[in-house]
């Protein structure tokens, strides 16, 4: 029996794919009668054909990338993709470099070293 026409009229009617259109495989005979819009939106009220809720994107995997991230892995050379000067700007580089530079030359000036 085929019921293209009904999946068809259906999914419009539901507003979702022909895929996502579930219809009962105990009345297929009455599905099978239903012609019109009308006689499809009847058995959508009795429950006979319904939309499939939609599938989403499983995040277990991403959660599990992260926790290694979070524990510090996935950084060796095979994971990088920008420059070094990307994934740590020089302006941050930088800031590192004086600032211990910069308390040592005023540690030596409050002791009267210099």
Known sequence: MDLRNQR???SEILKCGENRVWM???NLEEIEKAVTRKDIKGLIKQGII?????????????????LQKAKGRRKGHGSRKGKAT???????????????????????R?????
């Open 110 to 114: 409050d002791n009267g070293l210099i």
């Open 50 to 66: 319904k939309a499939k809720k939609v599938r989403g994107n499983s995040r277990g995997r991403i959660r599990k990338r992260m």
């Open 24 to 26: 009962d495989p105990d």
């Open 86 to 108: 990307a994934r740590f700007p020089k302006k941050r580089a930088w800031i590192k470099t004086i600032r211990p530079i910069r308390a040592y030359l005023r540690e030596l």
């Open 8 to 10: 068809r009229l259906a």
